[in-house]
């Protein structure tokens, strides 16, 4: 059995749950790794068999930081188990996405890189979690749909730049769909983990 080199944890839209993920790590395909699936704490109101990360919309930084830190809790054990030998990557989509970069922004060090999809990051975001230029190199893939309807790819347009002025190294990536992760976003997102 080959060793793991890298851990992606998926971050499920708003109204999924755990395996909602499974198709992206099927279609990516990446040696050697291990996909983790948590499911979100709370129960959406409006979708009885779907999951939120926060209760129904955050109403303080505190909550965000306690759904942030259950994130930065499974980091942690991952990093006191591998050490440094393993990379380690959150990828989100929609509600997930925003999650992985507001909480891959203050982990900092502790994880390689972070895939968005469908997500955004605003300044209020920024100020709200206290988020500080980083001094290192994170890695950040952006995928927007350019027909997406529910976050319009100029959020995602929005976060990129955000994201670059804070200091990350930002790939951003279009493609003419709706909101939704396309079959052609998998090789992306594979090349990406791989560099």
């Known amino acids: 059995m080959k060793k793991c080199e890298t851990i992606v944890i998926g971050l499920h839209g708003w109204t999924g749950d755990e395996h909602s ?10 040696p050697n790794s291990l996909w983790i699936f948590p499911r979100a704490p ?3 109101r409006q979708i009885p068999k779907g999951y939120s990360w926060f209760d129904n919309k955050p109403k303080s930084v505190d909550e965000v930081l306690d759904t942030i830190s259950l994130l930065e809790t499974i980091v942690d054990l ?5 050490k440094d030998d393993v990379r380690i990557f959150l990828l989100g989509f929609s509600q997930g996405a925003t999650l992985s970069v507001g909480a ?17 990051l605003s300044r209020k975001n920024v100020q709200m979690l206290n988020i500080e230029p980083i001094k ?11 027909k997406d ?8 347009i929005e976060s990129m730049k955000i994201c670059k002025e804070l200091g990350c190294e930002v790939v951003m990536k279009t ?6 992760i396309p079959v052609t976003a998998m090789k992306i997102i594979k090349e990406f983990m791989v560099k």
């Open 136 to 146: 290192f190199n994170l890695p950040m893939l952006i995928l927007h749909g350019t």
């Open 21 to 30: 993920l499974i198709p992206v790590s099927i279609g990516v395909r990446l």
């Open 149 to 156: 309807e529910i976050v319009p790819v100029e959020r995602g």
């Open 175 to 180: 493609y003419d769909e709706k909101h939704k």
């Open 42 to 44: 709370f129960k959406a």
């Open 104 to 120: 891959g922004l203050l982990m900092r060090h502790k994880i390689n890189g972070i895939v968005s999809i469908a997500g955004f």
């Open 78 to 82: 991952i990093r006191r188990k591998e």
